[in-house]
Each structure stands twice: as structure tokens, then as C-alpha cells.
């Protein structure tokens, strides 16, 4: 970090008082590093102030700046390298989403209501998408399905294009906010999905499902889409249920 950018970003945290109101203090903290994230004052790779010019900036003590910067590294926004200093995390979704995935991961209950969240949405994106997806990407899903149809005994490359599937719909909404949370539920839902995908009575009736929202999205007909995509992601949720009893 060159001096004037030092400088600058020391400007940002001396600009306002973290203040006496609003909860504990290292809480307003993080709140005041995401805000300098959300705003691009704090990019991924930057380094912070070291925890003593913090403590002196933001006038609280140096323990419960840690305090804070621990928080932020927990939840994958810091990174902070013993011996070098904190920096601000690639900031990718992966990264970011750490803390929830280990949340779904502790109980197939969490992981049931995950797929009850996703009975909801995906058939909102797959009606849109029928509406909007462009030529080419309709014949991108049709080369997916006839892929898995032709290798129905090939979890990998199920997996594989499932995701892609669905992540083509989700493109496709063009809804930058559906598909950001499209994305998390994606991304939290991997392991589960990919152990259930082992099972080929699992992996067979996802295929068939596949057919019926492409005919729908082929037809650009919104309402059967989304009625596919609800009956598909119902039949995925019964699987899990069959599965664990939950």
C-alpha cells in the first residue's frame, strides 16, 4: 500500500466516531469495515492499518479491535497473516459463504429447509428464464439433458451438469438478485446434492424432470416451467426425506 493510499483509507476510519450508541463496540467495528467494503474504499487484497493505528484511528482499545478483525476473518472478509498484517479476503462467494456452508453441514435438518427454500425460488427463475433465456442457451440446456440421458449411470458428469442446468436458468432470470441468491443456495446445497446424486433411481427421476422443464422452456411457457421446476425440486425433497427421514 503506496503512503497516500495509507493515508486515505486512515482518513475513512478517523472520518466518523464509532460512537457510544448501537450496540457493542467491536460490533460497530465490523460494521464499519463491510461498510468501507460495500462502498470499494476497502478492495479484495487490501491491507488494513495495523491493529494499533486502528485502535488509535477509531479511539477504542487495541483488544477490542481484535476482537473485531477475528469476527471478519471468521466470516471470510479478513485475512489476517501473522507476521504481515490484515488484509480484506478475495471476497469471492466460496469464501464468504464458508460460515454458512459448516451451518448446513451440522444437521440434515438445516440441509431439509434448504431444499424447502429452494421448492420456492427455483421455480420462479425457471418461469423468467422461459421468457428470456436467448436461442443459444435454450440449446445449451438441450445438449445437457441429452448428455445425461445418454449416461444416466455417470454421477460425476450428472452432478456436473445439473449444476450447470441450473445455474444457466438462474443466468437466465436476469435478475442480478435471484441470481445472487440462487447462488448461495447452490453453493450451500453441494455436498447434499452431490450425495444424493450417487443413488441412480435419484439421478434417473432429476433426468426426467430435466425433459419436462426444457419442453416447457423450449415451448417459452413460463407457467408450466415453473410448475416442472416445482414438481422437480418436490421430487428432490422427497428423496431426502426417503432418505433421513426428515
Do not use: W
Request: proline share 3%; glycine share 6%.
Amino acid at each position: 500500500m503506496t503512503t497516500a493510499d495509507a493515508a486515505h483509507l486512515s482518513s475513512h476510519f478517523r472520518s466518523s466516531p464509532i460512537g457510544r450508541n448501537g450496540g457493542p463496540v467491536s460490533e460497530r467495528v465490523v460494521r464499519r469495515v463491510l461498510d468501507l467494503i460495500r462502498t470499494g474504499d476497502l478492495a479484495a487484497g487490501r491491507k488494513l492499518p495495523a491493529e494499533r493505528e486502528l485502535a488509535a484511528q477509531l479511539a477504542i482499545s487495541r483488544p477490542t479491535v481484535r476482537e473485531a478483525l477475528r469476527a471478519l476473518s471468521i466470516l471470510g472478509v479478513l485475512e489476517i497473516r501473522h507476521g504481515d498484517g490484515v488484509y480484506v479476503s478475495s471476497l469471492q462467494e466460496t469464501k464468504l459463504l464458508e460460515p454458512l456452508d459448516f451451518f448446513v453441514s451440522l444437521t440434515v435438518q438445516n440441509t431439509a429447509q434448504l431444499f424447502d427454500a429452494r421448492i420456492h425460488y427455483e421455480p420462479v427463475t425457471a418461469g423468467l428464464a422461459a421468457e428470456r433465456l436467448s436461442g443459444e442457451a435454450i440449446e445449451r440446456l438441450a445438449q445437457i439433458v441429452s448428455a445425461q440421458c445418454a449416461s444416466p449411470e455417470d454421477a460425476e458428469l450428472f452432478h456436473n451438469t445439473d449444476v450447470e442446468f441450473h445455474k444457466i436458468l438462474m443466468d437466465g432470470a436476469e435478475n442480478a438478485f435471484l441470481a445472487r441468491f440462487g447462488k448461495m443456495l447452490q453453493l450451500l446445497g453441494e455436498k447434499s446434492r452431490r450425495e444424493f446424486q450417487k443413488r441412480q433411481s435419484i439421478r434417473q427421476q432429476s433426468i426426467c424432470d430435466h425433459e419436462e422443464i426444457l419442453a416447457a422452456i423450449q415451448a417459452r411457457d413460463a407457467a408450466t416451467a415453473a410448475s416442472s421446476m416445482r414438481q422437480h425440486m418436490i421430487n428432490v425433497r422427497n428423496a431426502l426425506r426417503k432418505i433421513n427421514g426428515v
